[in-house]
């Protein structure tokens, strides 16, 4: 069974970049059946999707967020990685690496998500 885990930051200043770290057991990030997704949720708000990494490494961003938005992968860790850059505090959200089985897929797997507060 696939696991995930978010790792971070908890706080980050307002215009710096926020950079999160999803941890993956018990599969590899490289395999061709699983689309690695960043996920958050802004307090009191729904789910948003910021994006994902596919199995060849190519990338799909939200349009809203895909100038701030980068997503990359170490597969000798098997880790991937999201870097949000010029936050505001909108960008306050608990964050959420998640897997699909394809670009838009049901979310199979989730992590536990991590906290993330912009503030001065």
């Known amino acids: 069974q696939v696991q995930l885990q978010e790792s971070g930051p908890g706080l980050v200043k307002p215009s710096q970049t926020l950079s999160l770290t999803c941890t993956v057991s018990g599969g590899s990030i490289t395999r061709n059946d699983y689309y690695w997704n960043w996920i958050r949720q802004p307090p009191g708000k729904g789910l948003e999707w910021i994006g994902y990494?596919?199995?060849?490494?190519?990338?799909y961003y939200s349009p809203s967020l895909k100038s701030r938005t980068s997503i990359s992968r170490d597969t000798s860790k098997n880790q991937f990685t999201l870097q949000l850059s010029s936050v505001n505090f909108e960008d306050t959200a608990v964050y959420y690496c998640?897997?699909?089985?394809?670009?838009?897929?049901?979310?199979?797997?989730w992590g536990q998500g991590t906290q993330v507060t912009v503030s001065s």
């Open positions: 990494i596919a199995p060849s490494g190519s990338t």
């Open positions: 998640a897997t699909a089985g394809g670009p838009g897929g049901v979310y199979d797997y």
